[in-house]
């Protein structure tokens, strides 16, 4: 169910329940206007709406009409529709006098709530705002105008647990936008630090990537919701960072469930919370956004410009940080901004180096199909040279526009197709198609050494495969136990094995082993990690089946730091004869590798450790 639907059950619902308890539409109050019946489809008809708001609002105070429908909850949901009928008028002073009248109305209700308040109670406080919960899930034009009374539906001076309750629930129930929901926030004295007050042009920030991506980080950033990680999860996750690294900032943008469910654990650890007010954010704040700085050294996020499906509302990650950066930090960051950056990105698919950006030529494909104007990888032309070099001058193209973004030369992981005969193109883009749906830093790591030099360490699922028949029983029951599997060991056993014969083990196969191949051929010192790919009907959960038939557990989604001792850091896989061979793969390609308690939903909607980090780190 999409989130505006969620919104039109969970509010229309009550206000449902509350017409039952009165069962009469109709008000006896003497001077009350005579309220509209409501229209079995669709909306009140302005004809019908407009007089009754303005008698409404001409006859009765906003506060009277909060004692009457208090006591006759029943007249509330016509009364509000009509309202939210007379919201669209023409005559903009009627449309004024409504936005008044609704928000004095939503302000006097709020005054009245208990200390001590119920979910119904807040259920009643979003219906007031809102106005009209149907028409503001579904009716665009609508929601724009509501919107100006949402805004200012919440006053500084009401108990802050309370105004904090308010603009959580208002953020799960509603299809809010999030300026929206941030003005809301200021109003209601939450938020001193307005997102949109930091926002600068990309070419006015005057700032580039000053790191290589290996140097010490300074501070984690982590988004740990209460609906992808419980409270032990999260606790047992981050007194492992802490552990690791005793220095480090730790920033978790987390809901008010996390808040709780951690406790004084937050205080313990050094962690800061910043509140997300429960959007709907995801576990990896690594794909949206990469970390700059100016010349002065003032931080700023750089945000993609391309939407995730499925993940829009991580674009508005980096405002939520901005808005509850610690003041020390921020002043240490020099008053961190964000921008949008001038080309599409996903993070993960790009990997950062003291000399060059490394991708593959799925790291680009957004862009790429904006170049082309096509909704698909246009896979129908690729059996002549000229169908594939339209696609590949245009994966270079996009390859271009992320150079310069990046400000660093962007190699690729594996040859492209170009000069080679048309079978050969063929052959290769049918390779290289076999990572398709795969983020890169899942399946490929590279660990630069002294002297400029490189190691690679390139997935395999051939040698996840050999460890998948050779692991002891007790590896797949805790294997079992750390995602939650529906089948005892054995059968998770042989169902790895099965997925690994099938057609998207062998197409990812086919596409490392011409990474390691073409790597090898640039001088890069090369490794093998093993992969192994877990069917998703082994998952418990319906709701993580859905996307991918599979799920990674990857030894390649880590962050590495050099310097006196070249370190590497990522989830335990919860398959400890994996977790030894990668530990051993690490040290002998000079990194210690730690191992952190994995956030488990991470996993098995195929994100690890990296894709559930970001970072700032120490500057040059």
């Given at each position: 169910?999409?989130?505006?639907?969620?919104?039109?059950?969970?509010?229309?619902?009550?206000?449902?329940?509350?017409?039952?308890?009165?069962?009469?539409?109709?008000?006896?109050?003497?001077?009350?206007?005579?309220?509209?019946?409501?229209?079995?489809?669709?909306?009140?008809?302005?004809?019908?709406?407009?007089?009754?708001?303005?008698?409404?609002?001409?006859?009765?105070?906003?506060?009277?009409?909060?004692?009457?429908?208090?006591?006759?909850?029943?007249?509330?949901?016509?009364?509000l529709?009509?309202?939210?009928?007379?919201?669209?008028?023409?005559?903009?002073?009627?449309?004024?006098?409504?936005?008044?009248?609704?928000?004095?109305?939503?302000?006097?209700?709020?005054?009245?709530?208990p200390?001590?308040?119920?979910?119904?109670?807040?259920?009643?406080?979003?219906t007031?705002?809102?106005?009209?919960?149907?028409?503001?899930?579904?009716?665009?034009?609508?929601?724009?105008?509501?919107?100006?009374?949402?805004?200012?539906s919440?006053?500084?001076?009401?108990?802050?647990?309370?105004?904090?309750?308010?603009?959580?629930?208002?953020?799960?129930?509603?299809?809010?936008?999030?300026?929206?929901?941030?003005?809301?926030?200021?109003?209601?004295?939450?938020?001193?630090?307005?997102?949109?007050?930091?926002?600068?042009?990309?070419?006015?920030?005057?700032?580039?990537?000053?790191?290589?991506?290996?140097?010490?980080?300074?501070?984690?950033?982590?988004?740990?919701?209460?609906?992808?990680?419980?409270?032990?999860?999260?606790?047992?996750?981050?007194?492992?960072?802490?552990?690791?690294?005793?220095?480090?900032?730790?920033?978790?943008?987390?809901?008010?469930?996390?808040?709780?469910?951690?406790?004084?654990?937050?205080?313990?650890?050094?962690?800061?919370?910043?509140?997300?007010?429960?959007?709907?954010?995801?576990?990896?704040?690594?794909?949206?956004?990469?970390?700059?700085?100016?010349?002065?050294?003032?931080?700023?996020?750089?945000?993609r410009?391309?939407?995730?499906?499925?993940?829009?509302?991580?674009?508005?990650?980096?405002?939520?940080?901005?808005?509850?950066?610690?003041?020390?930090?921020d002043?240490?960051?020099?008053?961190?901004?964000?921008?949008?950056?001038?080309?599409?990105?996903?993070?993960?698919?790009?990997?950062?180096?003291?000399?060059?950006?490394?991708?593959?030529?799925?790291?680009?494909?957004?862009?790429?199909?904006?170049?082309?104007?096509?909704?698909?990888?246009?896979?129908?032309?690729?059996?002549?040279?000229?169908?594939?070099?339209?696609?590949?001058?245009?994966?270079?193209?996009?390859?271009?526009?992320?150079?310069?973004?990046?400000?660093?030369?962007?190699?690729?992981?594996?040859?492209?197709?170009g000069?080679?005969?048309?079978?050969?193109?063929?052959?290769?883009?049918?390779?290289?198609?076999?990572?398709?749906?795969?983020?890169?830093?899942?399946?490929?790591?590279?660990?630069?050494q002294?002297?400029?030099?490189m190691?690679?360490?390139?997935?395999?699922?051939?040698?996840?495969?050999?460890?998948?028949?050779?692991?002891?029983?007790?590896?797949?029951?805790?294997?079992?136990?750390?995602?939650?599997?529906?089948?005892?060991?054995?059968?998770?056993?042989?169902?790895v094995?099965?997925?690994?014969?099938?057609?998207?083990?062998?197409?990812?196969?086919?596409?490392?082993?011409?990474?390691?191949?073409?790597?090898?051929?640039?001088?890069?010192?090369?490794?093998r990690?093993?992969?192994?790919?877990?069917?998703?009907s082994?998952?418990?959960?319906?709701?993580?089946?859905?996307?991918n038939p599979?799920?990674?557990?990857?030894?390649?989604?880590?962050?590495?730091?050099?310097?006196?001792?070249?370190?590497?850091?990522?989830?335990?896989?919860?398959?400890?004869?994996?977790?030894?061979?990668?530990?051993?793969?690490?040290?002998?390609?000079g990194?210690?590798?730690?191992?952190?308690?994995?956030?488990?939903?991470?996993?098995?909607l195929?994100?690890?450790?990296?894709?559930a980090?970001?970072?700032?780190?120490a500057?040059?």
């Open positions: 169910m999409t989130r505006t639907g969620r919104s039109v059950v969970v509010i229309a619902v009550t206000i449902a329940a509350t017409c039952l308890l009165a069962g009469s539409l109709r008000s006896t109050q003497a001077g009350f206007p005579a309220i509209p019946d409501l229209p079995s489809s669709g909306w009140p008809l302005p004809e019908k709406a407009e007089p009754f708001a303005r008698a409404l609002i001409a006859r009765v105070p906003p506060e009277q009409l909060d004692t009457i429908t208090t006591t006759n909850p029943g007249i509330l949901p016509a009364i529709r009509n309202l939210g009928t007379a919201l669209l008028s023409h005559d903009r002073s009627l449309q004024r006098a409504v936005k008044g009248y609704a928000t004095a109305l939503v302000h006097a209700h709020a005054r009245r709530i200390l001590h308040f119920s979910d119904d109670d807040l259920h009643l406080l979003v007031l705002q809102v106005i009209d919960p149907l028409r503001y899930g579904e009716d665009e034009e609508f929601r724009r105008v509501a919107d100006t009374i949402v805004r200012r919440l006053d500084a001076s009401l108990p802050e647990t309370l105004r904090r309750a308010a603009v959580n629930e208002i953020n799960r129930a509603a299809p809010i936008s999030f300026d929206t929901a941030e003005a809301l926030a200021v109003s209601a004295g939450l938020v001193a630090r307005p997102s949109l007050a930091r926002y600068v042009e990309f070419r006015n920030a005057n700032a580039k990537i000053t790191t290589n991506g290996t140097e010490a980080i300074e501070a984690s950033i982590f988004s740990i919701n209460s609906r992808f990680a419980s409270a032990n999860e999260a606790r047992a996750f981050l007194a492992a960072v802490r552990a690791s690294a005793p220095q480090r900032r730790i920033i978790v943008i987390g809901d008010s469930d996390t808040r709780r469910g951690l406790g004084a654990d937050l205080k313990r650890l050094r962690v800061d919370l910043i509140d997300n007010y429960s959007r709907p954010l995801t576990l990896w704040p690594r794909d949206p956004f990469f970390v700059v700085r100016t010349s002065g050294g003032q931080v700023v996020f750089v945000n410009p391309n939407l995730q499906h499925g993940r829009e509302e991580d674009s508005n990650m980096v405002r939520v940080l901005i808005e509850g950066l610690p003041q020390t930090l002043a240490r960051w020099k008053e961190a901004r964000w921008t949008i950056g001038t080309t599409s990105f996903h993070n993960g698919q790009v990997l950062l180096t003291p000399e060059a950006a490394w991708i593959s030529f799925h790291s680009v494909e957004a862009r790429a199909l904006e170049i082309i104007a096509s909704d698909h990888v246009p896979t129908e032309d690729f059996g002549s040279v000229s169908g594939i070099a339209r696609y590949m001058k245009a994966v270079r193209q996009a390859a271009e526009e992320l150079s310069r973004m990046v400000g660093r030369p962007v190699r690729f992981v594996h040859e492209l197709p000069a080679q005969s048309l079978a050969a193109q063929t052959e290769l883009m049918t390779t290289l198609g076999g990572a398709a749906g795969f983020d890169l830093d899942s399946i490929v790591t590279l660990l630069p002294g002297g400029g030099s190691t690679a360490l390139v997935g395999d699922p051939s040698l996840g495969t050999k460890l998948a028949a050779a692991a002891p029983a007790d590896d797949w029951r805790e294997l079992q136990k750390t995602y939650a599997l529906n089948a005892d060991a054995k059968s998770i056993r042989d169902a094995l099965q997925f690994h014969v099938s057609s998207v083990a062998t197409g990812l196969q086919r596409f490392l082993d011409r990474c390691a191949r073409d790597l090898a051929a640039r001088g890069v010192h090369v490794r990690l093993p992969l192994l790919l877990v069917p998703s082994s998952l418990s959960i319906d709701e993580d089946r859905k996307d599979y799920f990674l557990v990857t030894w390649n989604n880590v962050v590495i730091e050099r310097g006196t001792a070249n370190h590497a850091e990522g989830f335990a896989s919860g398959f400890p004869s994996g977790d030894h061979t990668a530990r051993q793969t690490f040290n002998s390609a990194y210690r590798l730690a191992l952190f308690p994995p956030l488990p939903r991470s996993v098995v195929n994100g690890g450790y990296r894709c980090s970001n970072e700032v780190r500057t040059n």
